[in-house]
């Protein structure tokens, strides 16, 4: 069970908009630790898509966008394309723990 | 930016000794963190620990007892070893980056499936 929750899947028609939460507590997200998105396209490597809660990497299309709010944080896809098919992890760190944390990840099906 | 390249046995046999090398390319192995990340099949991430060029480390505290890292700056690599493994370590592992003053993994390397047997 991960430190950080996340659907395990969601799913939009090309052009709608979707987002993926990722809930976490008072000793990550809500600390206030930064909270970091990775998209795993099938069959690839992970690759940084959010960093710092909002900021995007170069070449990160701005069709995704992030957030966050007290212990919670947001990944949100505007415009969905195929392309944008993929699982999508959020990550944090943890005090407790003293150490970096995933969440579960979440399956996005372009319907 | 700096690029990564896992290495190493492919298959390893159950209560024995999983050992990675990553080599990094492209800039200097003090400019980052140097993190190990895992992914059994089908399943999600898990950060396994870093090490920093001056031998610093920290440890997943679920794996702890059984992970050793290390860096060799003359060779730009840094190494895992995670003794004592199970069917339950098999995945692919990942070596990553970690930027000085920040929390996130940027690049990775392509990974590497280790596979363990009985």
């Known amino acids: 069970q991960s430190v950080l929750t996340q659907p395990p899947s969601v799913s939009g028609a090309p052009g709608q908009t979707v987002t993926i939460s990722c809930t976490g507590s008072s000793s990550n997200i809500g600390a206030p630790y930064d909270v970091h998105w990775y998209q795993q396209l099938p069959g690839t490597v992970p690759k940084l898509l959010i960093y710092g809660d909002i900021n995007r990497p170069s070449g990160a299309p701005d069709r995704f966008s992030g957030s966050r709010s007290d212990t919670s944080a947001s990944l949100a896809i505007t415009g969905l394309q195929p392309e944008d098919e993929a699982d999508y992890y959020c990550q944090s760190f943890d005090s407790s723990l003293r150490g970096y944390v995933f969440g579960g990840g979440t399956k996005l099906t372009v319907l | 930016q700096v690029q990564l390249q896992e290495s190493g046995p492919g298959l390893v046999k159950s209560s024995e000794t999983l050992s990675l090398t990553c080599t990094v390319s492209?800039?200097?192995?003090?400019?980052?963190?140097w993190t190990w990340i895992r992914q059994p099949p089908g399943k999600g991430l898990e950060w396994i620990g870093y090490?920093?060029?001056?031998?610093?480390?920290n440890y997943n505290p679920s794996l702890k007892s059984r992970v050793t890292m290390s860096v060799d700056t003359s060779r730009n690599q840094f190494s895992l070893k995670l003794n004592s493994v199970t069917a339950a370590d098999t995945a692919v592992y990942y070596c990553?980056?970690?930027?000085?003053?920040?929390?996130?993994?940027?690049?990775w390397g392509q990974g590497t499936l280790v596979t363990v047997s009985s």
């Open positions: 990553a980056s970690q930027p000085h003053d920040t929390n996130w993994f940027d690049p």
């Open positions: 492209g800039g200097s192995i003090r400019d980052y963190y």
């Open positions: 090490i920093y060029y001056s031998g610093s480390t």
